[in-house]
């Protein structure tokens, strides 16, 4: 493919996605700030996030990793610990005398700062465990994952970390609404703000993975001996695109601090890489859009769509039989399970939106070297 | 000093053989599928649910032992079959993401028959009766852990060096291809061993849950972890790797939860540390340290690359 020419397919997508925003900012000025719709949205946006920054190691570089939690965990931590107002920390930190850190940074430096200590773990991490192959990689992240979870918890770091109390009363998505003078919100943009950073950290991923050094990862997921005689050097390739798919899930976990309002070390456990994982599988390994999508459709269907399982239904005098509290898990894992024996391309395969708009045209798009 | 530290080791012991009993069937599986069977920890969980709830149905005790274990058994074969034989030709990664799968769909099922409370594991009487060995009181089991384990250990080796169907494993495990051509039923030696696999992890789960007592949908999801890890420890493919991986693995896992104690017992601490957290941890530790080192495992089988 041309790389310098930007064709038309490219537009049409960039003006979807734009105009999108513009619906979710209009929607969020009139429908009340209470909705589900607001809810998924914010989710979505810092799972898709996550799944991307998981795909581009998984779906693009071939390194499959499950140590997307313990990243998270590190960036949920990095952001509440620098974000928490000074004036709040003694209650926070109660049983820390007010913690160790005494000053509060502004939110976008937390965050970014958040996604530069999950990179930095990784680096480390990655020292030893890069060198190991598929499954033994996996594994191996996984544990470090539990390792941090555990280091987190850990009693003597508490004047930081606050042992394993939680960190609250950090700015949240709700802090990005404009408010007059009298408190009163005047312009909602707690759903646009996380979407915008969610979008321009997704950018920058996909910007990476058109780049030369994004086919160099292409290349080493296709054969990593014929790429390293073609010239592309193994190690550094994977450390990088290691560190940063980690910058990014770093960044996503703040996202996930400041959707929950609180965090607390417990819950980022290897449950939650499965979910993202398993998002990533059913949008399609390879696919930023197909994460994006599945992102949001996840988090429709596990908070929003098929709430209406865990209760009580009567269609007439008949009780619907089997509805009860977590059988919307359960109908869930059984779609995700059909989408992982019987569609294993997900819903995109490795085809993008640009993609999908020029066989719309009927162009068949070159590319997406299906195996 | 040893009064402190020998009820740590014993349970240790005990939660060792516990975990190489799930460890075998990790290691069995990954040596025939290469595949690392991320449900087989579900599996010991659901094995516990299975026994509180039949417990509670009113089928005698004696009953229930062996209907659980056949159960489990019929369990993980059709998860094999539903779930991973769809795959054998798939990518290896799709597999495990399957694997991954089922353990969701497990974790979910049992939280939405269980409505996600603690379920209380009934007692077995005499593993369950209190003993005092050395000073040391704990549970029957604790102590019969270990010899059972070793006990099925070394038939299930025999099962593997002295029958027919033990040879197909071997043959199997070496080379896939190759031995389909042999004209051994490939099929039905992959079952054979998730039938024996978990088997052995329902066995590991009237064990365990003696112990300690409780079940609940995410039970399975830590000791199957660590079952794994000891398995790598060990060698993966190899069942003596696995059981010697899993003893490391579950006496270092108790000392570390005790070790605030035996260390300030001992006047080398003044204070605690906080080091019972790390106990979960060390053994990822562990096994890190043994991938970086010594990438096979202690008793693995060198693996060469090939292009």
Redesign the interface.
Known sequence: MNRKKIDSATIISAVIVLALYVAVFVAEQFIPATSMLFTVLKKGATYALVAVSMNLLNGFTGIFSLGQAGFMLIGAYVYGIFTIPVLSRMDVYQYYNGGLVQFTLPVFIAMILSGLAAALFAFLIGLPVLRLKSDYLAIATLGFAEIIRALFQWDKLGPITNGSNMLRLFPTFNDFNIRGADGQVVVYLSTLVPLLISGVCIGVIILLINSTFGRALRAIKDDEIAAEAMGIRLASHKRLAFCISSFFAGVGGAMLAMYQTTVQAKSFTTAMTYEILLIVVIGGIGSVTGSCISSFLFVACSEWWLRFLDQKQMIGTFEVPLLRNGFRLVVFSIIIMVVVLFFRQGIMGTKELPDLIRGLRGKRAKGGADK | MWSTVFPYLLSGISVGGQYALIAIGYTMVYGIL?L?NFAHGDVFMVAGIIMVYMAASGVPLWLCIPLVLLLTALIGFVIER??YK??RT?????A???A??????L???V??IT??LNQIYPTIPWISDSVTIFGATTKMVTVITPFLTLALVVALVMLINHTKIGMAMRAVSRDFETSQLMGIKINRVISTTFVIGTFLAGVASLLYFTNYTTVIQ?SG?MPG?KA??AA?FGGIGSIPGAVVGAFIIGIAENIIKGLDIILFKAGIVSG???LA??S??F???L??II??VK?TGLFGEKIT?K?
């Open positions: 290469r690392i539903v779930a769809p795959l798939a990518p290896r990664m799709s495990m993401i399957s991954i799968g089922v353990s969701y769909t974790q979910n099922l939280l939405y409505g996600g995410t999801a972890l794994f890890v790598v605690p540390l906080g957290t790390f979960d941890a053994t990822f530790a096994l890190i991938l970086a990438p690359d292009v």
